[in-house]
């Protein structure tokens, strides 16, 4: 058991902060009560989910943060006074699913408010639909830069675009360590393609030499023909742009082909706890980009966590973090504007300079791309997952390089 979830059993029956709901058994209790309950018409709030097809395990993450931060919001007298419900349906990880659920949402669910889908593939298609709508949308589960690079004018941006994913991993990490040479793998979908990019700009900019950048099919069962060749040219550091499943696919092939190298580093799968439940010891070393943890001393944090654990009996990861967060951003606009009004609040969202539970808070430029929040860089060591920077937040030190295979 990891020092987190024995932290999480401890703490499980803590006060979770004055009028936050907790759920026992399916039911919700108020703890101390700060305001009058709600009352009137909820305000809808409507998003689609991936909680099935290949980004199911990650999406539901962010599914549970609406649901958490719904129930909060009820037992500590709703949003405006009024109770608040979301609307969620899931996209089964298709983006014209996704498309055609928002759609539904705003013109038959007649929802008052929307939030963000999972996965950038997703979000870039709902945007299409809710920009012809004139409703803001907050990306709780999507960085890829082409979102931001679409011309839309009222999707704001919650977190790190993914071309920053590896940048102090390459720029920081790689050149301290010395190495030299790279081999960047990405998914043929949105998101991956960003963060390989973003990882090929980045080790041009530090002087490492890509020796080789190589897409794979989306949903992919096996990558060994593409790992025989990295193999071959034995790189310092293998960059996989990828989400939970491909990123524990890639890992388990370069082991059974003996591909060594001295760092490894995935986007999502090696920031997720069931990166290191699926593959056990062979997660140690690995390295990967993290929007949030669990250590990080943010307004709220400790309480989000232990309010999650004892609403769905396991540990948060940067994925429900940010889905909380999006809701966190989405109540103190409306709160400034007052009103359900869909221009203010997109204004509002352009302007917002808060703290939330991540780190950074929430800023955006002009495009709405996300410039306040802060990534970080984990690590698994001995089946633990450790911040190893920014170094003002790390809390130990990277274990480099990666011992051999047969030497672990």
């Not at 193999?231 to 550091?237: E, G």
């Amino acid at each position: 058991m990891s020092p987190l979830h024995r932290r999480s059993l401890v703490q499980r029956g803590a006060a979770i902060g004055a009028g936050i709901a907790s759920v026992r058994g399916g039911h919700l209790f108020a703890q101390t009560p700060v305001a009058e309950p709600p009352s009137g018409d909820p305000i809808r709030i409507g998003a689609s989910v991936s909680t099935s097809g290949p980004n199911g395990r990650t999406g539901l993450y962010q599914q549970e943060a609406y649901k958490l931060w719904e129930a909060q919001k009820n037992a500590a007298g709703g949003l405006l006074g009024r109770p608040v419900e979301f609307v969620i349906y899931d996209d089964q990880s298709d983006p014209t699913t996704g498309a055609r659920l928002y759609e539904k949402l705003i013109t038959e669910d007649e929802v008052d408010l929307v939030l963000g889908p999972y996965a950038s593939g997703v979000t870039q298609a709902v945007a299409q639909v809710t920009e012809q709508y004139g409703m803001p949308l907050l990306v709780a589960g999507a960085s890829a830069n082409s979102i931001w690079d679409s011309g839309f004018s009222m999707v704001f941006g919650v977190y790190s675009v993914a071309g920053d994913y590896f940048k102090d991993i390459i720029t920081n990490i790689a050149l301290e360590q010395g190495y030299t040479t790279a081999a960047v793998i990405y998914e043929d979908a949105v998101f991956p393609m960003s963060t390989g990019e973003g990882a090929v700009k980045w080790c041009g900019e530090a002087g490492i030499e890509v020796v080789h950048e190589e897409s794979y099919p989306q949903k992919a069962t096996d990558v060994s023909t593409l790992l025989t060749k990295i193999r071959d040219l034995n790189p310092d550091m293998l960059i996989g742009g990828s989400y939970l499943p491909d990123s524990v696919l890639i890992h388990r092939q370069a082991k059974d082909l003996s591909l060594e190298c001295k760092l490894y580093t995935y986007s999502v799968g090696a920031a997720q706890p069931d990166f290191v439940e699926t593959l056990g010891a062979d997660a140690d070393y690995v390295l990967g980009p993290s929007m949030w943890e669990p250590e990080v001393e943010t307004p709220g944090n400790k309480e989000f966590f232990d309010a999650y654990v004892e609403m769905f009996d396991r540990e948060p990861d940067y994925h429900a973090a940010t889905g909380y967060a999006g809701c966190q951003i989405l109540e103190q606009a409306l709160t400034n504007v007052g009103e359900i009004d869909l221009e203010a609040l997109a204004e509002e969202l352009f302007s917002l300079e808060i703290e939330n539970i991540l780190p950074g808070g929430y800023k955006v430029d002009e495009t709405g791309k996300q410039v306040g929040h802060i990534p970080l860089t984990v690590q698994w060591q001995d089946g633990e997952k450790v911040i190893v920077a920014p170094t003002d937040i790390a809390t130990g030190e990277i274990m480099l390089p990666t011992p051999p295979w047969d030497e672990r």
